[in-house]
């Protein structure tokens, strides 16, 4: 496995902790389909979270949530409906997050979450 | 999450209408969006301020960044917003404590590197700025000298966004570089506005000396190289036709072969004109640090300016306009000063009419879409022409093949409405022999024609106190008829031209306006009769 990879995979478990203790249901881990990957899909009261995780070792190419583009979250948009027809379950809300890891050294990490990015 | 406020100015035309830049920092993935009809440039300001805060060792705020440019109907263009958008989104970020922006006005436009560089038009949006209650502004080092000609008005000059976070948070020299300088406008004893040095610094910036010194309050330049009216030979009814019409603002038309001394004499008078006084000075330097005309370490032009557009300049070239930006025209950088179009029957015709409406109105409203700008275009006209398209010497017996019909056509091109409106028409023969070889010794200088036409500027001011005119060709014909008319009767042959149709109805106003000059000249309390026959002949000139 590559740095970047190892940098990934461990960015998100720290984010599927951080939103777990934030009273986020994790429903499903790193579902795949011809269109792509869901990081991290949740529940939070009646909404479906639907969540990037994006980590970096440091803030020297800007910020993780930056990386975050319009394109990609276009494709997060029909990942999420992909997701339901796949599940065959509605909900009332369904909802684009991003959480932004940055690597600060020893195995820790600082969060950052944003809520409905569209 | 957190909000601020800053403020900079949008021009229009001249005129400089307050902005209200506001930066909104909310939750969300980072991004950067403009609103209030920003032009391309100003949504450039997006990248070039980012680069700049964040090469200034400033933290780029990594949220939703709203900046809001007020009032959204004003068209905003152009880059001197990155000053105040940068420093309203590190005070909306909380770098910037929000209170020293109070009252502050920013302009400027930032470089990649946090540089900040200089703007046009920096003196008519200090001025749009301290009539709407600000008293201290910030811009780029190189516009110091020139916003601090605005009185009462404390400039701060920063060489970078850092040095001007600087002086917004008090805390000098902290972020690195040379710390801004404070320069504080004012009026000296004679009314003239010389910015003063930067307090803090105590080096001495003083205002470049102009280069002529001859006589007081005249734009007699004293060094052997300037042209003087002491070279042109011969030609003395031209001579007196540019004195009279740099004495009274009047417009005047040259026609003579090639090699007369038609643009000699044009060239030469500037330097009869004199200098512009403060109010003037202002007009004519907003206009043209507007335009970016404005020459470098000159932050006031005193001396009125001389514009000649070569005679394939367009319509937009002349009266100003252009896409975007609205720039003013030669007719409005020639305020105040002179307008000389050399060979003028080969401008575009639809350029030389477009003179006609500044002529009378004294400004140039440019309209765009959304917008009206309004320029100052109040210029002394000089026309010169040759007698005909072969240009060769036209005197007696010479060789110009041209039938009347070609020389006919060749002037018409400059259109009647047009030469209605010039004032004095001189036709200038060739140089003889004898002017050539003996003149010289009796041509008088600029100098010597400059004390009169300033005696008779002030003659006329004098006379106008009170009115808001300060030529007598300003003076509308109405008020001429009725404050100021001529002495009773001397207008009998003026009248008698008019009756058989020499002359229209404004050209004998105009005719009574460069009687009140010449006799301004002389001295005289008021024309007489052959001050006004006079004036008749320069109206008149030779019609062919």
Request: aromatic share 4%; glycine share 10%.
């Amino acid at each position: 496995m590559r740095a970047k990879d190892i940098l990934g995979k461990s960015g998100e478990q720290a984010a599927a902790e951080y939103l777990e203790a934030s009273g986020l249901r994790i429903l499903d881990r790193n579902w795949r389909c011809a269109d792509g990957e869901i990081d991290i899909v949740a529940v939070e009261r009646h909404a479906l979270v639907v969540c990037e995780v994006k980590s970096r070792s440091g803030m020297r190419y800007g910020s993780p949530l930056e990386a975050v583009s319009r394109a990609k979250r276009a494709r997060l948009r029909r990942l999420a409906v992909q997701w339901l027809n796949a599940h065959g379950v509605r909900f009332d809300q369904v909802r684009i997050d991003v959480v932004g890891l940055v690597y600060e050294g020893t195995g820790g990490f600082t969060i950052e979450h944003i809520r409905g990015v569209g | 999450m957190a909000l601020a406020r800053t403020y900079s100015v949008a021009l229009i035309g001249i005129t400089g209408h307050v902005v209200e830049v506001e930066a909104d920092i909310a939750n969300g993935l980072p991004a950067m969006i403009m609103v209030g009809l920003p032009d391309t440039a100003l949504r450039e300001a997006r990248d070039r301020i980012r680069a700049a805060i964040v090469n200034s060792g400033e933290k780029w705020p990594p949220h939703k960044i709203t900046v809001g440019l007020s009032p959204a109907s004003l068209p905003k263009r152009g880059s001197w917003f990155d000053l105040s958008i940068a420093v309203g989104l590190l005070a909306a970020a909380g770098q910037v404590p929000r209170v020293a922006l109070d009252g502050v006005m920013f302009f400027g436009e930032l470089g990649l590197d946090g540089r900040l560089r200089p703007v046009r038009g920096v003196l008519p949006a200090v001025a749009a700025a301290a009539e709407r209650g600000f008293r201290r502004v910030i811009v780029a080092e190189a516009n110091a000298a020139e916003a601090a000609l605005v009185p009462d008005v404390q400039v701060v000059a920063a060489s970078t966004l850092a040095a001007a976070l600087d002086w917004l948070c008090d805390t000098p020299g902290l972020r690195g570089g040379r710390p801004a300088a404070e320069w504080k406008g004012s009026q000296d004893l004679h009314g003239e506005i010389l910015p003063n040095g930067p307090d803090t610094s105590g080096q001495v910036h003083s205002v470049p000396a102009r280069s002529g010194c001859g006589l007081p309050g005249t734009a007699a330049p004293a060094t052997a190289t300037a042209p003087d009216l002491a070279e042109l030979l011969g030609q003395s009814l031209a001579r007196r036709g540019a004195e009279v019409c740099a004495a009274g603002g009047h417009h005047l038309s040259l026609l003579g072969p090639p090699g007369a001394g038609k643009t000699m004499l044009a060239e030469r008078i500037p330097t009869i004109l004199p200098r512009l006084d403060t109010a003037a000075a202002l007009e004519v330097t907003s206009i043209h640090s507007v335009a970016g005309t404005l020459p470098e370490h000159v932050p006031l032009l005193t001396d009125p300016p001389f514009l000649a557009p070569h005679h394939t300049a367009t319509k937009a070239a002349i009266v100003g306009g252009g896409s975007g930006i609205i720039r003013p025209g030669s007719a409005s950088l020639a305020h105040r000063g002179v307008l000389f179009l050399d060979e003028a029957p080969e401008f575009a015709r639809d350029v030389l009419d477009a003179l006609r409406q500044p002529l009378e109105a004294g400004e140039v409203v440019v309209a765009r879409s959304g917008v009206t700008a309004r320029f100052p275009a109040r210029f002394t006209l000089i026309l010169a022409a040759n007698p005909c398209p072969c240009a060769r010497a036209a005197g007696p017996a010479e060789g110009c093949s041209c039938s009347p019909t070609t020389r006919r056509r060749y002037l018409a091109r400059i259109s009647g409405p047009l030469l209605d409106r010039v004032d004095v028409k001189i036709e200038l023969e060739p140089v003889g022999r004898t002017e050539l070889l003996n003149d010289r010794n009796f041509a008088e200088s600029s100098q010597t024609v400059a004390l009169r036409v300033l005696q008779a500027r002030e003659r006329a001011a004098h006379r106008l106190r009170g009115s808001p005119w300060r030529l007598n060709a300003e003076v509308p014909g109405s008020e001429l008829r009725r404050t100021w008319p001529p002495t009773p009767g001397s207008l009998r042959v003026v009248e008698r031209s008019l009756e058989r149709g020499q002359i229209s109805a404004r050209g004998v106003v105009k005719v009574i306006r460069v009687a009140w000059t010449i006799a301004d000249l002389a001295g005289r309390p008021r024309p007489t009769r052959d001050d006004c026959d006079m004036a008749l002949g320069l109206w008149l000139g030779v019609r062919r």
